[in-house]
């Protein structure tokens, strides 16, 4: 038999990724019409980045060919449809300083950002909900205190400064840790094993981590606390729940939502970080190629970058929208109404 509920909540479920594809869509094609002309605007001459030293001793005509063979001698709407034609058809072109094509240069750093990204995206989302919960709980105290400071410290802390201090203190002066790079210097590819990679990785995600902890803990503790608040929350403490129980029963979904929000709104901040710590520690993803391809004027890489960010970025959006619907019904049975 049919179950008009369940269909119900199927129809609205098809309407939410249509709605979201359709604004996904839209937001990419404005993200790459405008990061294209902010690029044009740059007063980074892409081909004299291209040529760099030999400059002196290429004739105009050789020039001219290479900006020809760049498609850099169009004017810029023919420009921009025939790389958006190309991305349509999944070619984002290729790389200027790479010589590869661009799909393959991000294919090969991802791997190195993305597990860089993730240990610091679950480490700081841990760390500052347990810190956040703990502020919540002991309101008043010196334990309060002390970690609300602690969180305004590294909320106007820069990501590179943490960087560097964190390179003193663990590779410079203890040693316990590598310098920089993502695996060991002189060592075939072949040859790293995964401690090494995990040795080299430490630094750049307890960089990104502990900055990001700072804003999970401090809104973690602000909802929580408007949750201890409340009428019906003070009616438990009446009746004796208190400490972890009331915690359990009362807060923990009541901060789940906000906290997923803030956790998947994060990932933005955390590529922008990602660019700044991988400049600390010379470390090998995305960051580190987008810096080279805006300073060496790369426009394809750095297009293909910035529509892949965005893209990134859409993801956790999306993930954080279905979470949503997993976590409260009432967002479901709402979209189904």
């Known amino acids: 038999m049919n ?27 404005a993200v790459s019409l405008l990061s294209f002309l902010l690029v044009k605007q740059s007063p ?16 105009p005509e050789q020039r001219a060919q290479i900006e020809a063979y760049w498609g850099l001698n169009e004017p810029m709407p023919v420009q921009f449809w025939n790389w958006a034609r190309s991305v349509a058809g999944g070619d984002l072109g290729t790389s ?20 860089l990204m993730a240990a610091a995206w679950a480490l700081s989302g841990t760390l500052g909900f347990a810190l956040g919960v703990v ?35 663990f590779a410079v002066w203890l040693q316990w840790l590598p310098v920089g790079l993502g695996a060991p210097a002189g060592v075939a590819a072949d040859e790293v ?3 090494d990679r995990v040795r080299h990785l430490a630094l750049p995600a307890m960089t990104l981590s502990v900055v990001g902890v700072a804003n999970v803990a401090l809104h973690t503790r602000q909802k929580l606390s408007e949750v201890l608040d409340s009428d019906y929350v003070l009616f438990a403490r009446a009746r004796g729940e208190s400490g ?34 991988e400049q600390v520690f010379s470390y090998p993803g995305l960051g580190q190629a987008t810096v080279d391809a805006g300073l060496r004027g790369d426009v394809p890489l750095l297009l293909g970058l910035v529509l892949f960010s965005a893209m990134f970025v859409l993801v956790g959006n999306l993930a954080a929208d279905g979470l949503y619907r997993l976590v409260d019904p009432r967002i479901r049975e709402g979209a189904a109404g």
């Open 3 to 29: 179950n008009p509920k369940a269909n119900a909540s199927a129809i609205a479920g098809l309407r939410w990724l249509l709605s979201a594809g359709l604004r996904a869509a839209t937001l990419l094609a």
């Open 244 to 277: 972890f129980t009331l915690f359990r029963r009362h807060g923990l979904r009541n901060i789940a939502l906000p906290a997923i929000t803030l956790q998947f709104a994060s990932f933005s901040e955390l590529f922008g970080g990602a660019v700044l710590a």
């Open 44 to 59: 980074i001459d892409p081909i004299q980045a291209y040529i760099g030293a030999d400059l002196m001793r290429v004739s």
């Open 96 to 115: 200027m300083i790479y010589r590869q094509p661009v799909s393959d240069v991000i294919g090969e750093r991802f791997l190195n950002s993305i597990a």
């Open 135 to 169: 502020a919540a709980m002991k309101r008043g105290t010196w334990l309060d205190r002390l970690i609300q400071g602690y969180c305004y410290m590294l909320a106007s802390t820069p990501t590179f400064w943490m960087g560097l201090l964190l390179l003193m203190i």
């Open 193 to 195: 094993t995964f401690m």
